[in-house]
């Protein structure tokens, strides 16, 4: 399978091949920040299986370098040069993010009071732990 997503402008495309390795929720302070929202919905691939065009502008965070579009400043993914694995925002997703259900959520420490934690998704304080 095949999605394809971008910016608000268009400036930024992508495509990704395949599934998700996992998908989950955080909502610390940082990814409230980025999208404006009380939390952030995202999606972690392999980084061999998405293809980027257009030029993008980063900054880093806690999580890595955030790349995002100079032109509209739409937040797009997550990662570092030469990591084998990108975060992509999936709300950026053409169609919207809805074939995906999170699989874990991230800084529940931080959660909204009148939001309930998925029942489905495992739950992190903070960071989720390092498998090998």
Same mark, same amino acid.
């Given at each position: ?9 268009? *400036? ?5 091949? =395949? !599934?998700?390795?996992?998908? @989950? ?12 929202? /009380?939390?952030? %919905?995202?999606g972690?691939? +392999?980084? &061999? &299986?998405?293809?980027?065009?257009? !030029?993008?502008g =980063?900054?880093?965070?806690? /999580? ?6 100079? *032109?509209?400043?739409?937040?797009l993914?997550? %990662?570092? !040069? =030469? ?7 999936? $709300? #950026?997703?053409?169609? $919207?993010?809805?074939? %995906? /259900? +999170? @699989? ?11 939001? !309930? +934690?998925?029942?489905? &998704?495992? *739950?992190?304080?903070?960071?989720? +732990? #390092?498998?090998?």
């Amino acid at each position: 399978m095949t999605r394809l997503g971008g910016c608000k402008c268009g *400036q930024v495309r992508y495509e990704i091949r =395949g !599934e998700p390795v996992r998908t @989950g929720l955080c909502h610390c302070e940082t990814c409230r920040k980025d999208t404006g929202s /009380a939390f952030s %919905f995202f999606g972690i691939w +392999p980084r &061999a &299986a998405v293809t980027l065009s257009g !030029e993008l502008g =980063g900054w880093r965070s806690r /999580a890595g370098l955030d790349r995002f579009c100079p *032109q509209c400043g739409s937040s797009l993914f997550c %990662f570092d !040069e =030469g990591s084998d694995e990108i975060e992509i925002k999936l $709300g #950026t997703l053409d169609g $919207g993010p809805s074939r %995906f /259900a +999170p @699989g874990y959520e991230l800084w529940t420490i931080r959660r909204e009071h009148w939001l !309930e +934690p998925l029942g489905t &998704a495992e *739950q992190h304080g903070r960071d989720r +732990p #390092t498998r090998s």
